[in-house]
């Protein structure tokens, strides 16, 4: 089983910027599809971004309020996936989660669904 561990949450200010990474261990992370999904008190989890794994051509998708803001890029070498979050904004406040799958087809990037494992979730919270 590969269990993601996040960190890098935090409180910020409107305008921060933020690097969650996420780590897995026992397995090599080249092989996997990772992502990001996050989720705000009282509404479902949303997709946030994902990057595919080797072989794909490491092909990354965003969610549109993030694009222009958040960048997701992984490091094989040290089996890390991280989001860069600039431009941050009260609506980013949630608890952001790490999730890792095999073979998911590009038309399923997007749905929690696809992912096996997940992560605790690292907390974030944008005050104005």
């Known amino acids: 089983q590969v269990q993601p561990v996040e960190s890098g949450g935090g409180s910020v200010q409107v305008g921060d910027s933020l690097t969650l990474s996420c780590v897995i261990s026992?397995?090599?992370?080249?092989?996997?599809?990772m992502a990001w999904f996050r989720q705000a008190p009282g509404k479902d989890r949303e997709f946030v971004a994902a990057i595919r794994r080797l072989g794909t051509g490491s092909h990354t998708v965003h969610a549109d309020f993030g694009k222009g803001r958040f960048t997701i890029s992984r490091d094989n070498a040290k089996n890390t996936v991280y989001l860069q979050m600039n431009s941050l904004n009260p609506e980013d406040t949630a608890l952001y989660y790490c999730?890792?799958?095999?073979?998911?087809?590009?038309?399923?990037?997007?749905?929690?669904?696809?992912?096996?494992?997940w992560g605790q979730g690292t907390q974030v919270t944008v005050s104005s």
């Open positions: 999730a890792s799958g095999t073979g998911i087809i590009l038309s399923s990037i997007r749905r929690a669904e696809a992912y096996k494992d």
């Open positions: 026992g397995r090599t992370l080249k092989n996997y599809d």
